[in-house]
């Protein structure tokens, strides 16, 4: 069974960062479409960055120049670098994988990701 799991949230002030990981078992993060999503009460998670299995990454213009996407080279870890946190930022943030060998087209939502992580909580204070 494909797990997925975040870790890194937390509270922190305006401006400050955080490194969110996403542990993943029986699942090899290179061969797939890897994204961190966010998710704020009562509404659809949406996906701020991606990477596809060619490295190649895509960000939500909110957050470009300050996110960072990646993955290790063994396959078991996706990462979110987040500097310059905004109030607006916070949200509960999950790890999604399409299923391997799935480009990182089309819709970015929900359902085109297969597997999922329970999300860990990222609160940023003014």
């Known amino acids: 069974e494909v797990q997925l799991v975040e870790s890194g949230g937390g509270s922190v002030q305006v401006g400050e960062s955080l490194n969110l990981s996403c542990a993943v078992l029986?699942?090899?993060?290179?061969?797939?479409?890897m994204a961190w999503f966010r998710q704020t009460e009562g509404k659809e998670p949406e996906a701020v960055a991606t990477i596809d299995r060619f490295g190649r990454t895509t960000y939500i213009d909110s957050v470009k120049g300050r996110f960072t996407i990646s993955r290790n080279s063994a396959g078991n870890s996706l990462s979110l670098e987040m500097n310059s946190l905004m109030p607006e930022d916070t949200a509960m943030y999950l790890c999604?994988?399409?299923?391997?060998?799935?480009?990182?087209?089309?819709?970015?939502?929900?359902?085109?990701?297969?597997?999922w992580g329970q999300g860990t909580q990222v609160t940023v204070s003014s």
């Open positions: 999604a994988a399409r299923l391997p060998f799935v480009s990182c087209g089309g819709d970015l939502d929900r359902g085109s990701f297969r597997y």
């Open positions: 029986k699942y090899d993060v290179n061969n797939g479409c």
